[in-house]
């Protein structure tokens, strides 16, 4: 099994930076890509940024070019700047791994607000 354990969310103004953090453990040897994704309580989960296991890196839209997806080791981060009202959400980690399956974190909260 992969465990994954998020940190890095919290509070911060429009214009803000935050960076998310996402450290893998267990069987890492499986993981194929890291990325991460943002859910709202009026929206469903949406994909923001993933990262393959030869570094090809993929981002919404509405992220690109504020946003940074990169892994070290086992731990996958997500540098977010220019940081939007909009960009509030529960952010949630996810790998993919092979055989076929997918492991979750926890979830960390980013709230932007003035």
């Known amino acids: 099994q992969v465990h994954l354990v998020e940190s890095g969310g919290g509070l911060v103004q429009p214009g803000g930076s935050l960076r998310l953090s996402c450290a893998a453990s267990?069987?890492?040897?499986?993981?194929?890509?890291m990325g991460w994704y943002r859910q709202t309580p009026g929206k469903q989960r949406e994909l923001v940024a993933v990262?393959?296991?030869?570094?090809s890196t993929d981002y919404a839209d509405s992220v690109k070019g504020r946003f940074t997806i990169s892994r070290a080791g086992n731990t996958v981060y997500l540098q977010m700047n220019s940081l939007k009202f909009e960009d509030t959400a529960v952010y949630y980690c996810?790998?993919?791994?092979?055989?076929?399956?997918?492991?979750w974190g926890q979830g960390t909260q980013v709230t932007v607000s003035s």
């Open positions: 267990g069987r890492t040897f499986e993981i194929d890509d």
């Open positions: 996810h790998v993919t791994a092979t055989p076929p399956r997918d492991y």
């Open positions: 990262v393959g296991d030869r570094s």
